[in-house]
């Protein structure tokens, strides 16, 4: 069996300390104890083998013995900004399958239509399922998740990437081809509600291309999904 990973905030020296709830799920659901051999990742794309020293009531001390680089991020720097919905569940699907195709930040946004509550416990809730989803995956980074106000604010946290892709339902000319994609890549996709005329041509104006999913209209997890797989297969992360 692998051996169990988890998540740090840092180190000092050789050793690392797990507290709060990587301690609680190490201790009271894995029963670790000295002696247990764990992998630890501070997101920095490293991987560090350690063992456990000492059990305490609210922290595990781990001895460091070695450390590597992890192998299992994409070479492709592509972020996710996808309309922030309803029902947790469908916010937690997309997380969890964008982080498992290797996208390294997701950002949620609220728009015209999409009219969701977003509070601080909704997105700390979405990173720890970052974080599990990265673990069970096998990464060494789990993905940054962040949210933006406006439709706005989460197309200039995109202005960066060499692709801009903007999933339009309502697109009427040629999508953008996603077959063969060079460099890095931000991809949005709209909530339930989907997206006005208005914020696709304001996306446009910001060197947004659009992009269709085909003839029908998918919901919203389905499109973040899709997209984000067809981006990876373009970009060539698919071809170990
Ligand atoms: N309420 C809208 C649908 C929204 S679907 C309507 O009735 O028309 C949610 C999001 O998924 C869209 O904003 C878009 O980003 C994406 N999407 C769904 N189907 C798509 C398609 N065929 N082409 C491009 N994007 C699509």
């Known amino acids: 069996m692998e051996k169990r ?7 000092v020296g050789e050793e690392a300390l797990l507290t709060g709830e990587e301690f609680a799920h190490a201790r009271t659901v894995l029963r670790l104890d000295t002696g247990s051999e764990v992998i630890l990742l501070d997101n920095s794309g490293k991987e560090y083998d350690g063992i456990v020293t000492s059990v305490g009531k609210r922290e ?25 919905l309803k029902n947790a569940d469908r916010n937690e699907f997309v997380v969890q399958k964008a982080t498992e195709l290797g996208v390294r930040e997701i950002g949620l946004f609220s728009s015209e239509y999409s009219s969701a509550h977003v509070s601080e416990n909704k997105l700390e809730r979405l990173r720890r399922v970052a974080k599990e989803s990265a673990k069970q995956c096998l990464r060494s980074c789990a993905p940054a998740i962040e949210y933006h106000p406006s439709l706005q604010d989460a197309l200039h946290s995109g202005m960066g990437y060499a692709n801009k892709f903007f999933a339009c ?18 991809l949005v996709v709209g909530s339930e509600g989907g997206f006005t005329r208005a914020e696709f041509e304001g996306a ?29 297969f373009g970009a060539g992360e698919w071809q170990n």
């Open 5 to 11: 990973r988890f998540f740090i905030d840092g180190m």
């Open 60 to 84: 595990m001390r781990v001895h460091v013995l070695s450390v590597r680089e992890g192998e299992r991020e994409a070479a492709t720097d592509v972020k996710l900004l996808f309309g922030f």
């Open 169 to 186: 339902e309502f697109l009427r000319e040629k999508g953008a081809d996603l077959r063969r994609i060079d460099g890095s890549a931000v």
């Open 204 to 232: 446009v104006s910001l060197g947004y291309r659009g992009v269709s999913l085909g003839k029908r209209i998918l919901r919203a997890e389905t499109a973040a999904v899709a997209l984000t797989a067809v981006v990876m």
